[in-house]
């Protein structure tokens, strides 16, 4: 952690490196955590450095001390080569898919991504005349079949958002990378503390450090980090975006960072036992969690992840839509809301079927996703099952 100290003798581990990376107390007077750097203009002390731009910091919109302090962590956890913070988890997509594509091309997305993704291939990228295909997330290697050759970019997201189909990413990055096409992930569900979306054959991945890297439901941003073969690429994006992030916000994120570990083995932890408990109730059909035994992708769960964060889906037996809110509108412990991975519950009805288009959603009840937070297991279950008690299934 002290700067002469930064070439470790043994290779940490991730929840060791959490607590490490992107600190350099001594170039701060010894203060444990980066400060706040808040600016737009950087001046040069001469002429001679200013055509040079060659310090460091060269404008706000490329970069503080503590939006790079963020970036390099990341890459350090994450296995990559270099990180750029975007003002949200959407934005990180979006710059991704930009990085990867260009007018003519042909990208491949996997139906089970996040919806607000579709929104933007469907939207702005097919606007710029990029040829948009959706995919069936369980397609595996048989990506190859859909490989042409303008495919210049194929994203994965697995778990599926609310579906929680589990992909075989190293499958589908050879296939991708025997057509020479970009491989995005959008990771958010696991971060790289459980899926190490480089060393799994990703080009590109994703975080909504909204989620799980802020903790707290107090803020918003993104990073997307690249390998050797896209850090250029990326940046190159990035800066033609002039999309600086806020220092505050990237001092916040490093501030989640250091108890991510912490946060995410909790929240494994407890999502497992309450899924657990889920699959046993009467009024429940299916738990979609991918560390049960009965979810379908469980195996490829076991060779790829380090473990499961705690958002999964339940999918109820047969009751009305009335019924569901009688459950969830008499929660106490659950707020009703998007966004998850903060220290609160939450829970959410969703449906898929009506934005599906390579797959067909028609489960045989309606389908809650559930965002675990940091209270009480016996709490969080004595309030679901009061909610489902109102079901009133035999
Ligand atoms: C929430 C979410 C995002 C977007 O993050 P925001 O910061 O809310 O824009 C992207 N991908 C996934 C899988 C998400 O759940």
Same mark, same amino acid.
């Given at each position: ?76 956890? $994450? +296995?990559?080569? *270099? ?8 934005? =990180?997509?979006?710059?991704?898919? #930009?990085? @990867? %594509? ?111 890297? $802020? +903790?707290?439901? *107090? ?8 390998? =050797?073969?896209?850090?250029?690429? #990326?940046? @190159? %994006? ?157």
């Amino acid at each position: 952690m002290s700067n002469e100290k930064k070439e470790t003798k043994h290779k940490l581990r991730l929840a060791t490196l959490v607590t490490q990376a992107g600190r350099a107390p001594f170039d701060h007077f010894g203060f444990v955590n980066p400060p706040i750097y808040r600016g737009s203009t950087v001046l040069f002390p001469t002429v001679a450095a200013l055509e040079g731009l060659r310090q460091p910091y060269t404008y706000g919109t490329k970069g503080t001390p503590t939006t790079r302090a963020l970036e390099q962590a990341w890459s350090e956890i $994450a +296995g990559a080569v *270099d990180t750029v913070l975007t003002p949200s988890g959407l934005a =990180a997509i979006g710059l991704a898919l #930009l990085t @990867a %594509t260009h007018a003519g091309a042909h990208a491949l997305i996997a139906d089970s991504a996040y919806q607000p993704t579709r929104i933007f291939c469907d939207g702005l990228l097919k606007r710029f005349g990029v040829n948009v295909e959706y995919y069936d997330p369980l397609i595996g290697g048989g990506v190859a079949t859909l490989m042409r050759p303008e495919t210049t970019a194929v994203l994965v997201e697995s778990p599926g958002s609310q579906s929680m189909e589990v992909q075989d990413v190293p499958a589908i990055a050879a296939a991708a990378h025997a057509h020479g096409a970009c491989v995005i992930a959008d990771n958010t569900w696991a971060t790289p503390l459980l899926f190490p979306p480089h060393e799994r054959g990703c080009d590109l991945a994703i975080e909504a450090g909204t989620k799980y890297l $802020a +903790g707290h439901a *107090d803020l918003l941003i993104g990073l997307v980090s690249a390998n =050797a073969k896209w850090a250029k690429r #990326l940046r @190159a %994006t990035f800066n033609a975006f002039g999309m600086g992030s806020s220092p505050d916000d990237a001092s916040l994120a490093l501030r989640g960072l250091r108890t991510m570990a912490l946060r995410l083995r909790e929240q494994e932890r407890a999502a497992l036992d309450i899924a657990q408990w889920l699959q046993d109730r009467p009024e429940v059909s299916r738990v979609l969690h991918p560390a049960l035994p009965t979810h379908p992708g469980h195996e490829l769960w076991k060779r790829d992840f380090n473990g499961a964060s705690g958002v999964f889906s339940v999918i109820l037996k047969d009751v009305s839509k009335k019924a569901v809110a009688a459950v969830v509108d008499g929660l106490e412990l659950f707020g009703i809301g998007f966004s998850w991975g903060g220290y609160e519950s939450l829970v959410l009805p969703f449906d898929c079927a009506s934005y599906r288009t390579a797959t067909r959603w028609a489960p045989e009840g309606p389908a809650l996703r559930f965002s675990i937070g940091l209270e009480d297991v016996a709490d969080l279950k004595s309030d679901l099952a009061a909610g489902l008690g109102r079901l009133k299934v035999s």
